[in-house]
């Protein structure tokens, strides 16, 4: 399938999506409709190789299809990406590398397995975030111990997008007997929803309201092959060497929130009369001037996303390339909020109306520049490197 028609897909979900967002948002609810809709469109599939059944797409593929569901609904297009995050990362290592990292044979057919249950439909959500730590991966309190079968699993995840509609979750935990100190022995498991893993309702948040990310407790048994590349301690290695699904794959959300805010506010402009003149508003300069500016931050946030998603495809593991992606993330999270904003300001008190369209976007555009990495790390990190130091050693906080 190629890039435009599977673009063409996630432009028709996002017409459904952005039909049901106000009454997801309304609920905090989970968007069991449009994930059936991602289902159906084979979406899931996205970045499982096409010898598995799945679309074979790459990472710039997969920021052009985030950004279009985002169009529809942010937080849908969120729970997306978590599932793409994992099927991304599985799929994206090459085999050689995992053999040079030390990956047993085993690893493959797991890993093989997992990807084609996304083909199936199954979805995948991401479990990294603790109270106190965030989503620094080196501060990471969950704890895993090696049993006779497999390991033991035990923490607790503050928040887990889809949490108790996905059907395992992407884990990380620190072996129990590492000290406390920013080079703990941290791991990757695939963890099944079921027993031992207790969700909390604990989600009720000002934006991206439709994504359950919920709490999670994990006092859990799982099989030896849940160890992500039958390997541990390879979070920290993964995180600073190829980024991107930690990093940009979140920025893919944000511009597409940013171009949603964008689009409504020109309908919003054109539909609105003032003092008995049809689309007044559009009449005033400086409410064009804020929509212009809104427009170029928009799109110079599409381009930043759009040159990271192609470096990544050419050249994953790059320096440059993992600048471009900390980059994508920083102007993509700071122009969704103040895309957001300006236009909010354009259109006037009307579009701040509770359950109205604009008044959803500025929420969930305000979690842009917040999510991790934040745009201050995502800063700190482009500093660092731009002052020819190393981001892992060269500064006193460390982005993971």
């Not at 300069?285 to 040159?307: K, N, Q, T, V, Y």
Request: glycine residues 10%; contains cysteine.
């Amino acid at each position: 399938m190629s890039t435009s028609e599977a673009v063409a897909l996630a432009a028709r979900c996002a017409k459904s999506f952005a039909a049901r967002a106000a009454v997801y948002d309304a609920d905090a609810a989970f968007p069991a409709d449009d994930v059936e809709e991602l289902r159906d469109s084979g979406l899931l599939g996205l970045l499982v190789p096409t010898r598995l059944g799945g679309m074979g797409a790459g990472f710039e593929e997969y920021t052009r299809v985030a950004s279009t569901l985002a169009r529809g609904s942010g937080s849908t297009a969120l729970v997306f990406n978590m599932h793409a995050s994992v099927t991304g990362s599985l799929a994206g290592v090459p085999d050689d590398m995992a053999r040079e990292l030390g990956a047993p044979e085993s690893f493959f057919a797991r890993r093989d397995e997992i990807l084609e249950a996304a083909v199936d439909g199954v979805l995948y959500g991401v479990a990294i975030t603790e109270r106190e730590a965030g989503s620094r991966l080196s501060a990471t309190q969950a704890t895993y111990r090696r049993t006779d079968t497999g390991y033991r699993i035990t923490g607790h995840k503050s928040v887990a997008t889809g949490a108790g509609h996905v059907g395992a979750y992407l884990v990380t935990a620190r072996a129990e007997d590492t000290a406390d100190g920013d080079d703990p022995s941290v791991s990757y498991f695939i963890v099944p929803h079921g027993d031992g893993v207790t969700v909390e309702q604990s989600w009720d948040p000002l934006g991206m309201r439709a994504t359950a990310s919920n709490a999670v407790t994990l006092d859990v048994d799982v099989d030896a092959d849940a160890l992500v590349g039958g390997i541990e301690g390879l979070t920290l290695l993964l995180a600073y060497a190829m980024p991107q699904w930690l990093v940009a794959s979140y920025a893919a959300v944000y511009v597409g929130v940013a171009q949603a805010a964008v689009d409504e506010t020109v309908e919003y402009l054109q539909r609105r009369s003032v003092a008995g003149t049809p689309a007044g508003l559009t009449r005033v300069g400086f409410i064009r001037g804020r929509l212009g500016r809104a427009d170029a931050a928009a799109e110079s946030a599409r381009l930043a996303l759009e040159e990271a998603g192609r470096q990544v495809d050419r050249a994953p593991g790059d320096p440059d390339t993992n600048r471009a992606i900390y980059r994508a993330k920083l102007v993509a999270g700071d122009a969704a909020m103040s895309v957001a904003a300006s236009c909010t300001e354009a259109c006037g008190l009307g579009a701040l109306r509770r359950g109205s369209a604009l008044e959803r976007l500025f929420r969930d555009a305000r979690s842009g520049a917040i999510m991790p990495p934040s745009s201050d790390v995502c800063a700190d990190v482009l500093g660092t490197a731009a002052l020819g130091l190393d981001p892992m050693t060269g500064s006193e906080v460390r982005p993971w």
